[in-house]
Nanobody
Framework: QVQLVESGGGLVQPGGSLRLSCAASGTIFIILVMAWYRQAPGNQRELVATIRSGSGTNYADSVKGRFTISRDDAKNTVYLQMNSLKPEDTAVYYC????????????????WGQGTQVTVSS
């Protein structure tokens, strides 16, 4: 019912920047929380940043001060601006959304995108 599509990944040198985008489509009343996760080879998937419907944000300590998460509710899109990138930021980045489908629904659902590769290397 809901699809998340990430874009903006790629190859950058250390110290460079990328902006990731994630657009949600389908049956959506409201997106309660949107988040970015990442997973590097051999590692567990980790939470990078979250943004709530009221625009409150949270960041992993490893990216705080370098990454900025934002959302455009009119477009059902979340962004991750990634600055001062480090090799250890290399991972597949996944978009996640907690979605309430209908106005009168008491439930919310969790959706994931397919991921976009970010590689930081000289």
């Amino acid at each position: 019912q809901v699809q998340l599509v990430e874009s903006g990944g790629g190859l950058v040198q250390p110290g460079g920047s990328l902006r990731l985008s994630c657009a949600a489509s389908g049956t959506i009343f409201i997106i309660l929380v949107m988040a970015w996760y990442r997973q590097a080879p051999g590692n567990q998937r980790e939470l990078v940043a979250t943004i709530r419907s009221g625009s409150g944000t949270n960041y992993a300590d490893s990216v705080k001060g370098r990454f900025t998460i934002s959302r455009d509710d009119a477009k059902n899109t979340v962004y991750l601006q990634m600055n001062s990138l480090k090799p250890e930021d290399t991972a597949v980045y996944y978009c996640n959304a907690d979605v309430k489908l209908y106005r009168n629904s008491a439930f919310w659902y969790d959706y994931w995108g397919q991921g976009t590769q970010v590689t930081v290397s000289s």
